[in-house]
């Protein structure tokens, strides 16, 4: 079965506090990719991050960071120094290579950021 | 680059009338999908077509609903009769897949929040 968990439903911290968004995924694909999307309170949904299964290498961009961990099958997100402005809702997805088109989504993490 | 484009960007609308959302992938793009998100069911996916064609569309609801690609431009999402049930944010994205089979990232435009009432 092909499957995102994305087991905290709501977090909330203290601005420039660090936090960590965990993503646990399911396939029996040898190729498959992740992704970390951003749904603001405006409600649209960004694009952050694309990482494929042969790519084990952490990615940081600015205060983000991703750890993907193929033995563990997860895909943590960290966002350091949180700000008000990362406040939103954020989604895990999966597309395994063998299963056709469809983003496999997690149900999202809500992360209230507050000053 | 403009994005995806999405409109209306909110529909109110009384239970039994027709729908219809419309979708602007971005340019060069050649695969656009159609995403219900709700409450109850999170983000999925309802139809994907890759150059026009549709390939997938096994997360169509019912007969209700409906979706065209005429062009690579312009594709529409329609629902009739439409029911309270069918409330919802209407989601499309476009991604630049050289394939049917499509990794590539997929851009989502702003949605179209619809109410049935």
């Known amino acids: 079965a092909q499957k995102v968990t994305q087991a905290q439903t709501e977090i909330s911290v203290v601005e420039k506090e660090d936090v960590t968004l965990d993503c646990v995924y399911e396939t029996r694909d040898t190729t498959y990719y992740l992704f970390w999307y951003k749904q603001p309170p405006s409600g649209e949904l960004v694009f952050l991050i694309r990482r494929n299964s042969f790519d084990e290498q952490n990615e940081i961009s600015g205060r983000y960071s991703w750890n993907f961990q193929k033995s563990t099958s997860s895909f943590n997100f960290t966002i350091t120094a949180s700000q008000v402005v990362d406040s939103a809702v954020y989604f895990c997805?999966?597309?395994?290579?063998?299963?056709?088109?469809?983003?496999?989504f997690g149900k999202g993490t809500t992360l209230s950021v507050s000053s | 680059d403009a994005g995806v484009i999405q409109s209306p960007r909110h529909e109110v609308t009384e239970m039994g009338q027709e729908v219809t959302l419309r979708c602007k992938p971005i340019?060069?793009?050649?695969?656009l999908f159609w995403y219900r998100q709700t409450m109850m069911r999170g983000l999925e996916l309802l139809i994907y077509f890759n150059n026009n064609v549709p390939i997938d569309d096994s997360g169509m609801p019912e007969d209700r609903f409906s979706a065209k690609m005429p062009n690579a431009s312009f594709s529409t999402l329609k629902i009739q009769p439409s029911e309270p049930r069918d409330s919802a944010v209407y989601f499309c994205?476009?991604?630049?897949?050289?394939?049917?089979?499509?990794?590539?990232?997929?851009?989502f435009g702003p949605g179209t929040r619809l109410t049935v009432l």
């Open positions: 994205a476009s991604s630049s897949g050289t394939g049917v089979i499509v990794t590539d990232t997929q851009y």
């Open positions: 997805a999966l597309n395994p290579d063998q299963a056709g088109t469809a983003l496999i």
């Open positions: 340019s060069g793009h050649n695969s």
